[in-house]
């Protein structure tokens, strides 16, 4: 099972960038999906999570109104849009699949994890 993120990269303050998530080897159609990411010195920490149709997100406080989480199950992909990116939003972002297919903040719900994908928003 392999989950492999892309998209990350150098992003100007209040610019934006797509992460995109695939899954090989399994399907995660019926699984909540999940992004976290571990800022430098930093815990990791959730950023968004989506249910297993789609229609029940959770966004952390830091994110909400700037970031957006969406699937394609046919794809077998989830995406992270970020917009207004800020410095403090630097870090390594990971895709999670759960065990369960609901949406959850709960980094211990995930056994599945992709290899994480650096995003650094600096001028």
């Known amino acids: 099972v392999q989950l492999q993120a892309s998209g990350g990269g150098l992003v100007q303050p209040g610019g934006s960038l797509r992460l995109s998530c695939v899954a090989s080897?399994?399907?995660?159609?019926?699984?909540?999906m999940g992004w976290f990411r571990r800022a430098p010195g930093k815990e990791r920490d959730i950023v968004a999570a989506?249910?297993?149709?789609?229609?029940?997100?959770y966004y952390a406080d830091t994110v909400k109104g700037r970031f957006t989480i969406s699937r394609d199950n046919a794809k077998n992909t989830v995406s992270l849009q970020m917009n207004s990116l800020k410095p403090e939003d630097t870090a390594v972002y990971y895709c999670?699949?759960?065990?369960?297919?609901?949406?959850?903040?709960?980094?211990?719900?995930?056994?599945?994890w992709g290899q994480g994908t650096l995003v650094t928003v600096s001028s």
């Open positions: 989506i249910n297993w149709r789609g229609d029940s997100t």
């Open positions: 080897g399994r399907t995660f159609s019926n699984n909540g």
């Open positions: 999670a699949g759960n065990r369960f297919s609901a949406s959850s903040d709960d980094s211990r719900m995930y056994p599945y």
